[in-house]
């Protein structure tokens, strides 16, 4: 009897596991309403967890990318491919881990290889922008004590746009937040497989 009790409860532990990593599958569509993306994933604790197969496609219908993925990390291969179908770039991983990865032209030619993900730069690097907050930011404020919170965009030129304050305990920061960003040169933009991306930032600052 005890050992049909057991058998029971393991099943149940066993069918409510199933249940809460069982694979599920996200579309996404662009305007046109031709497919752009397959999403496998399961839940875990509310969070979306990639599993398996991921896909991409152009606009036009053609295959873009796959990718591979356990337990939300890349495990696999990771391969891009032309309009024209040539592959573009493949890459190993295991774990997270990126062991091996080639690049391609449009013909089918080895190039050299570049990461599939660049984030964007600011001209002259971290110290630069540090520098640019302190001016435009940090003026006046020696003896006011605070948090200000801001996003903002970063388009496919570089040009840094849509700033938009989170938290501020200074009314008057975005007159100062305008002004930084009047001043602000353009960035290197964020790349993806090569293609320049739009990107969103967030930046903290403690007075």
Known sequence: MKKNILIIILSFISISIFSQNEIQTKKSYYKSGKIKSEISFYKKKNKKIREGKSTWWFETGELKNTQLFKKG???????????????????????????????????????????????????????????????????????????????????????????????????SSIKELINLFNSMPNWKPAMQDGIPVQITRTIPIQF
């Open 73 to 171: 990390e890349l495990n696999g291969e990771r391969i891009s491919y032309w309009k024209n179908g040539k592959i573009k770039r493949k890459d190993i991983f295991k774990k997270g881990k990126l062991k091996e990865g080639k690049c391609f032209n449009e013909q089918g030619k080895e190039i050299d290889y570049y990461e599939f993900e660049i984030h964007p730069e600011y001209s002259g690097g971290k110290t630069a922008l540090r520098k640019l907050l302190k001016e435009k930011l940090f003026k006046g404020r020696k003896n006011v004590k605070g948090k200000l919170i801001f996003k903002f965009s970063i388009d496919i030129n570089g040009k840094p746009i849509n700033p938009v304050i989170l938290r501020d305990t200074n009314p």
